[in-house]
């Protein structure tokens, strides 16, 4: 048997077995660089890479691109949170081309403190399930005395 520290001859069979288990824990062949990368990580570990790396919103049924952009873009928006850049690039990291006006940016200006968010999506557009996940990237990224007013999708062809 191989383990980290030596049992004593009255160890029972539980901590024997975890003593074991964990003396073979060295032969996993994990490069720690290369779980810490968000281009790196296997796939399957992305979800706890997101929890370390503090991923405000995370989704299980996005694509691995999704999910590498969220936890690419999470420090990036910690750094920026409360502002309109953190808004911008927390729905940017999740494919959404957005813009924020604020109250005073818009004419005639709006009631203080209100925004609204200008979203450029293709003939597609987006569905509820789509608008409830910009609600809450959005309600995670902005500054807590603004309120959205209203969202308006901005239709691009091609």
Known sequence: MSSFTPLPPNATKSERALAEAAGHVGDVP??????????????????????ARSVDVWDPEWTTEQKRAAIKASL?????????????????????????????????????YTYRLIIEVDQIGFDLDDVALLLEVVRNAKNLRSHLTEILPIIRTQ
């Not at 290369?34 to 929890?51: F, G, K, Q, R, Y």
């Open 76 to 112: 990036n928006v910690h750094r920026k949170k409360g502002t309109i850049g953190a808004v911008v690039d927390a729905l940017a990291a999740l494919g959404f081309n957005a813009q924020v006006q604020e109250w005073f940016n818009q004419i005639p200006p709006a009631a203080p």
């Open 30 to 51: 994990v490069i720690v660089k290369e779980v810490w990368n968000p281009d790196t990580c296997p796939a399957p570990l992305l979800p706890w890479l997101a929890s």
